[in-house]
């Protein structure tokens, strides 16, 4: 949790987000590797450095507009998207899990949010690591805690 504002009176605000390093670090790398395509004055050299470029350069910057990615403040979830931020009140929210996945031997810990929506839709985001900038599992602990959502039931 990156503000740590939780009193007794209850939450007044918690944030989670990805830090700066690495999507500072991502457009930096977009740059070069234009600057590189232009000075190899190689037409193919241009195009495969412009498409990584572009890639890179639009990841670094979809994680920094979507900070704090999401945001607990005054009895309320806020969760940032690229279309804008959903409000989703405690009593909205379905289901907050933490689901470890397998990947070339690793295990990735990831945190899996259901809710309602405005519109009475079910919602599901999937949360990682580099969404939240620390452990999902702290974050779906804090969470549950917090009172959004409820534990899923042991099998």
Do not use: C
């Not at 590189?36 to 470029?53: E, F, M, Y």
């Amino acid at each position: 949790m990156n503000d740590d504002a939780i009193s007794d009176a209850g939450p007044r605000a918690a944030t989670w987000s990805p830090g700066l390093v690495w999507p500072s670090v991502q457009i930096a790398l977009g740059v070069g590797f234009v600057v590189i395509g232009i000075l190899r004055r190689d037409p193919l050299a241009l195009v495969l450095a412009g498409l990584a470029a572009v890639l890179l350069i639009a990841t670094g910057v979809s994680h920094l507009i979507r900070r704090p990615r999401i945001e607990v403040v005054d009895g309320s979830l806020a969760i940032k998207k690229l279309s804008g931020t959903v409000f989703v009140p405690k009593e909205r929210v379905v289901e907050t899990r933490s689901l470890g996945v397998a990947r070339w031997g690793a295990r990735q810990h990831l945190m899996r949010l259901e809710y309602i929506d405005d519109r009475e839709r079910e919602q599901l985001d999937v949360f990682t690591r580099t969404d939240l900038g620390t452990d999902p599992r702290d974050v779906v602990d804090t969470l549950i805690h917090l009172g959004y959502g409820r534990a899923p039931a042991a099998d």
